[in-house]
């Protein structure tokens, strides 16, 4: 098992930034972790958990929602297997819980960290 977990998430004012964390342990050494893109997914109030960025094993492939494109960084450190999110010039829209996730098919996940943006 791979286990996950985010933090860094907060109440921010429209316009600001935060940089929330994915630090991944367990087998990290497995086939079930080596190789699999990292994603992060956002869940507002009432709407269903959409992925918004994803970055492949090696970071050399990228994948970034429209609502987020250009707003965001997803920094990856595979030495200390963590994954970042940095988001900047932040909207109440962007309010939502935030979860990293791994494996095949997303078959990992963090416990999710909230993210809340006032106007």
């Known amino acids: 098992q791979v286990q996950l977990v985010e933090s860094g998430g907060g109440l921010v004012q429209a316009g600001g930034s935060l940089r929330l964390s994915c630090a991944a342990s367990?087998?990290?050494?497995?086939?079930?972790?080596?190789?699999?893109?990292f994603g992060w997914h956002r869940q507002a109030p009432g709407q269903e958990r959409i992925l918004i960025v994803k970055?492949?094993?090696?970071?050399?492939?990228?994948f970034y929602a429209d609502s987020v494109k250009g707003r965001i960084t997803i920094p990856k450190d595979n030495s200390k297997n963590t994954v970042h999110l940095q988001m900047n010039s932040l909207k109440p829209e962007d309010t939502a819980v935030y979860y990293c996730?791994?494996?095949?098919?997303?078959?990992?996940w963090g416990q999710g960290t909230q993210v809340s943006v006032s106007s």
């Open positions: 996730s791994t494996g095949a098919g997303w078959a990992y």
């Open positions: 367990g087998r990290t050494c497995s086939v079930d972790y080596i190789g699999y893109a």
């Open positions: 970055i492949s094993w090696s970071g050399g492939n990228t």
